[in-house]
């Protein structure tokens, strides 16, 4: 009787049994799926960073540095000039050691009261434009004359004077030329003295003054 009653409870307990698709995976063991790549490996698809280079760093400076010094060399030469003035023609406007940057191409373009670089014995000299083609420059007591109208120029502190060697006034300034003056009056050489100058004479307007001054 025992027996029977045994053997009852034990195919009951079999039939519910979970199938064998339910099964639980064995401890706590998780799909291959979702497993972590080993130690800090990374994916296939993503590249290591590179390691710092010092050296390729200050070779891409230096680069940059060429091409910048390369830029204000062509600049310097084509575009521009600088000359160091050493002479006291133009003071107080641009005094002795003076940097004077002056503009090339210009093309002869120029108005009265300009300032320009020229070159004449081969020596470069700043003056400042007081007439052009067809004007009649002229000097009296009461200063400078251009066309007979009194010029009023309040920049100029000295007194304008001719020169007792020099050229004759009045003088009409021929086609292609400028008569030139320094801004120091009493003593500057100028077209008082030379005469007009040739516009293909001139190297270019000056832009800007760096005054140097000492220590």
């Known amino acids: 009787m025992d027996g029977v ?3 009852t409870m034990q195919a009951a307990n079999a039939g519910k049994a979970k199938p064998a698709g339910q099964a639980r995976p064995a401890g706590n ?5 979702n497993a972590k790549p080993a130690g800090n490996a990374r994916p296939a698809g993503q590249r290591a960073p590179q ?6 760093d200050l070779l891409y400076l230096l680069a940059k540095i060429g091409a910048i010094a390369l830029a ?5 030469t084509f575009m521009f000039g600088l000359i160091r003035y050493d002479e006291p023609s133009m003071a107080p406007s641009i005094k002795d050691g003076d940097l004077v940057v002056f503009y090339r191409f210009n ?4 108005n009265n009261r300009d300032v320009v670089v020229l070159e004449r014995d081969g020596k470069k000299e700043v003056r400042r434009i007081v007439a052009r083609a067809g004007d009649t420059v002229d000097i009296s007591e009461d200063g400078l004359l251009i066309n007979s109208a009194l010029q009023q120029e309040f920049d100029i502190f000295l007194r304008t004077e001719r020169y007792a060697e020099g050229v004759e006034l009045p003088l009409t300034v021929p086609e292609g030329q400028v008569f030139l003056l320094g801004d120091s009056r009493t003593d500057a050489t100028d077209s008082r003295v030379y005469g007009c100058v040739k516009i293909e004479d001139t190297l270019g307007k000056v832009m800007t003054v760096i005054r140097r001054r000492g220590i």
């Open 51 to 56: 390691p710092y280079s010092l050296g390729k």
């Open 107 to 110: 093309d002869g373009a120029y």
């Open 29 to 33: 063991a998780k799909p291959a799926g």
């Open 72 to 76: 204000f060399m062509l600049l310097f």
């Open 5 to 7: 009653k045994a053997k």
